[in-house]
């Protein structure tokens, strides 16, 4: 029974005991290792960089004079697998801070030999090299520790009776000496270049202005030639131009022109297969059909012809017929009157007076029918008048009776008959004619 560690790549896994044997350890950064409970030891050994500040007070340098130094490094251990093994054995088990105590005492030990060998001037001014040679003469001690240091610099440099500030004040002083004569012998030879300047300047200016007229003449004529070869060749180049752009222009159009007719060609192709479509179309769905009607048409006429003439002659035959057989009637009939004519002549000439009399009073009542038919017609009549006067229903009545007064005489005048005569002569009714 076991169990499965793992680690990242800022730790090393250290296994030691179980499997590993008695003298045997497994290092493993940035993976995974087995180990067996009760019989097997895991620990994990930081890889991080550790930072310390080293400080050194009061150490006297190589004149005797005492500073106090502070400064920053960064160091880490090894990745080296058998480094790792030392690093292990060393500081397996300790903080990350005790071993930076172990480290830092170290490093300071190295920092104050290096301060007892040099003087105060080459410390300040050569820091930079100061602090390789703490790097240079630490790094083997260390790197038996399986630690690298990777930087070291020197922060601050300080001393308690003021021997850096008058090596700055001398120095300063020096500095401010050396500044002052060397602005006034600036100044001096200032003035004399300026005036050989001066003098080189003119001589200079002028040879420089007689060149920059001569140049500015030399480059105006150049110009000229320049300017007029370039319109020469401008002017070549625009004609050539118009001249390619207007065989371009022809070679364009002419492609145009082939490509509109290849168009109209195309397209009269396809006007004619639409007019033959369309002709197909109209023989399909209107000549055809047309034919169709107008042989329906013409069969219907010829049918309805055929019909009409049959029936015309059906028709004749039976109006012939009919014709026939109205003229036999009325030949019949007209022979039947002919002859009741004949025979009512005869009577009437057998009879004579009497028989028209008797005729007469025989119509007498269809002819008081006609005369009375306006007045049969009318629904209602109003008679407007008062009594004793000569209008309204006496009136009426007076003409009724002047009306049936004027019969008789109108008989009389048509046919030669007395109505009136007539009427006496009938035995019985002379009486009440009167």
Known sequence: MGQVHTSGPNEALVVSGGCCSSHGKRIIVGGYAWASWFVSDVQRLSLEVITLAPRCEDVETLHGVALTVSGVT???????????????????????????????????????????????????????????????????DLGRMAIEILSFVVVDLEDKHGYLDSLGKKRTAEVKRDA?????????????????????RLDVRYKADTAIADSKRQFEIAEADYAQEVNTKKAVAELAGELQSSKVNQAIRQEEI????????????????????????????????????????????????????????????????????????????GKAEANAMSLKAKAYREYGHAAKT?????????????????????????????????????????????????????????????????????????????
């Open 180 to 200: 002052d004569i060397g602005v006034a012998e600036a100044i001096r030879d200032a003035g004399i270049k300026q005036s050989e300047a001066d003098k080189a």
């Open 358 to 434: 008797a005729m007469v009073l025989e119509n007498l009542p269809r002819i008081a029918a006609e005369v009375a038919a306006p007045l049969a017609r009318t629904t209602s009549m109003v008679v407007i008048g008062s009594e004793g006067s000569k209008t309204g229903a006496g009136k009426v009545t007076a003409e009724l009776s002047d009306l049936l007064a004027t019969l008789p005489v109108a008989v009389h005048a048509l046919t030669g008959v007395d109505v009136s005569k007539a009427l006496q002569a009938i035995p019985g009714v002379s009486g009440g004619a009167q």
């Open 74 to 140: 960064q160091i880490r251990f090894m990745q080296d697998h058998e480094l790792l093994k030392t690093a292990a054995e060393q500081f397996l088990g300790k903080t990350p801070r005790e071993i930076g105590e172990v480290v830092l005492q170290t490093v300071e030990g190295h920092l104050r030999a290096i301060l007892g060998g040099l003087s105060v001037e080459d410390i300040y001014q050569e820091r930079e090299k100061f602090a390789e040679s703490v790097r240079q003469i630490a790094s083997p």
């Open 258 to 333: 082939e490509i509109e007719v290849v168009e109209r060609r195309k397209q009269i192709e396809v006007e004619e297969q639409e007019i033959m479509r369309r002709e197909r179309e109209l023989d399909a769905t209107v000549k055809k059909p047309a034919h169709a009607e107008r042989f329906r048409m013409e069969t219907l006429a010829d049918a309805y012809k055929f019909r009409q003439i049959t029936a015309a002659e059906a028709e004749y035959v039976a109006i012939s017929q009919i014709g026939n057989a109205e003229a036999a009637v009325i030949e019949a009939k």
